[in-house]
């Protein structure tokens, strides 16, 4: 038994080394992926500061956002190498974004990036229908 998957042609380099499982525990059933190129290549330690944070940025900080159905998008890195940001989906009026942002999103990419003086929001928070909390 299988089952057919249509994969755009530019994610190929992704999916490679991929394995699709399906996993029986009792009358439990868990569907499993393991894609060991999924994050892509990481950026080198001499590549531009926008590219390493939006590796980040997708590849680890996106993914903790999910869990609340949110996400955030890197609007720019201006020359004080502040980090603007910009939430969306449950993040996006959520009455936990500011902690999020500072205790979660800024601490991360200021550990990872020394350079970065600040991580700001320039998200309009008064749109609150898809809001997580």
Avoid: R, W
Wanted: charged share 25%; hydrophobic share 35%; proline share 4%.
């Amino acid at each position: 038994m299988g089952f057919s998957a249509f994969i755009d042609e530019s994610n190929n380099q992704f999916l490679s080394d991929s394995h699709v499982a399906l996993k029986l525990d009792g009358t439990n059933k868990k569907l499993t992926i393991t894609a060991p190129n999924a994050k892509g290549e990481a950026p080198k330690d001499d590549a531009p500061l926008e590219e390493k944070v939006l590796f980040t940025i997708v590849t680890e900080v996106n993914p903790s956002l999910a869990s609340h159905g949110g996400f955030v998008d890197l609007v720019e890195i201006t020359k004080k190498k502040e980090v603007i940001l910009n939430f969306g989906g449950g993040c996006q009026g959520c009455s936990s974004v500011n902690m999020t942002l500072k205790d979660g999103v800024e601490k991360q990419l200021k550990g990872l990036y020394p350079e970065i003086s600040a991580v700001l929001d320039a998200t309009d928070h008064s749109h609150k229908e898809n809001a997580y909390m």
